[in-house]
């Protein structure tokens, strides 16, 4: 278990976006805690393969390749 302390408009903007969701207010600051950690993950991976040297691909081959455009 976690407490942190909010500001009143933060708190009312999580629970806005609860009912929206229909779940709890605990529930939507999982959601965005997961997505955060996600894009961190996908960051760090971007850089190692940055690192280690690939071959890139340029954008171009990139959407022909994965976008069918």
């Given at each position: 278990?976690?407490?942190?302390?909010?500001?009143?408009?933060?708190?009312?903007?999580?629970?806005?976006?609860?009912?929206?969701?229909?779940?709890?207010?605990?529930?939507?600051?999982?959601?965005?805690?997961?997505?955060?950690?996600?894009?961190?993950?996908?960051?760090?991976?971007?850089?190692?393969?940055?690192?280690?040297?690939?071959?890139?691909m340029d954008w171009e081959a990139f959407k022909k390749e994965y976008l069918d455009?």
């Amino acid at each position: 278990r976690t407490t942190i302390s909010l500001r009143p408009e933060e708190y009312e903007a999580l629970r806005f976006a609860a009912f929206k969701r229909k779940t709890s207010v605990a529930g939507v600051v999982r959601e965005l805690i997961y997505e955060h950690l996600e894009d961190e993950a996908d960051i760090r991976d971007g850089l190692k393969a940055l690192e280690e040297g690939g071959e890139a691909m340029d954008w171009e081959a990139f959407k022909k390749e994965y976008l069918d455009l």
